[in-house]
């Protein structure tokens, strides 16, 4: 597509339930990124993937965040038994090259998350 | 890993005047800095960007200078306009991690009084 999109625009979660967020790049970007940005503060790195090889999860903040990209493609990011602090906009970006040091990256419009 | 220092956190500047945005990092690695604008409840947009194989790069009112013997890159807005009403992110690549994926400043909200 023309951009990346993700999906849905707004989630709201009762605490405890599980959400899954999609992202879908630009067609033909080797890589994508998923970032967790709060309010008033920069975006924070979760985790990368390379085409389907998740290279970097180092940025997930605990064992109930889990991402896939099986296909190389669209990508989800799963949240667990979600928490209030869970509540932030996420975010996905994706890029032509490999990793974040080749050019910018382009974002999505990300998914707003309320835990309620 | 990398690590990323902005400020200001907020500037406000009557329309017309020059703005900037210095932020420093801490791996002499790194070899690339974005700088992206964030209007309210919308995406970052890329604006600018720099290797640092120059010193300093302009896109018509932006400018990115770079300096990389004291580690800090700062972002030159001139002849603001209330369009240019925004938060700024700075970053740079974390080669502490795998792939050198960008990690960001905390951002500088600019607001341009008309």
């Known amino acids: 597509g023309a951009g990346v999109s993700q999906s849905p625009r707004y989630k709201v979660a009762k605490r405890g339930q599980d959400v899954a967020l999609r992202c879908d790049p630009i067609s033909g970007h080797v890589s994508l990124f998923w970032y967790q940005q709060a309010l008033g503060q920069g975006p924070e790195f979760l985790t990368y993937f390379q085409n389907e090889a998740q290279l970097d999860k180092s940025g997930l903040p605990s064992d109930r965040f889990f991402a896939e990209r099986p296909e190389g493609s669209v990508s989800t990011l799963k949240i667990q038994r979600t928490q209030q602090e869970d509540s932030a906009v996420y975010l996905c970006?994706?890029?032509?090259?490999?990793?974040?040091?080749?050019?910018?990256?382009?974002f999505g419009s990300g998914t707003r998350l309320t835990v309620v | 890993g990398e690590n990323v220092e902005q400020h200001p956190s907020t500037l406000s500047v009557q329309e017309g005047d020059s703005a900037v945005i210095k932020c420093t990092y801490s791996?002499?690695?790194?070899?690339?800095f974005p700088w992206y604008k964030q209007e309210l409840g919308k995406r970052p947009q890329l604006i600018i960007d720099i290797r640092s194989n120059v010193g300093e790069k302009k896109d018509q009112r932006i400018a990115v200078t770079l300096n990389k013997t004291a580690k800090h890159f700062s972002l030159h807005i001139t002849e603001t306009q209330p369009e240019d009403s925004a938060v700024y992110f700075c970053a740079a690549p974390n080669y502490g991690g795998s792939q050198g994926n960008l990690i960001f400043g905390k951002g500088t909200k600019l607001s341009v009084k008309p």
């Open positions: 791996d002499s690695a790194s070899n690339y």
């Open positions: 970006a994706s890029s032509l090259g490999i990793g974040g040091r080749t050019g910018g990256y382009t």
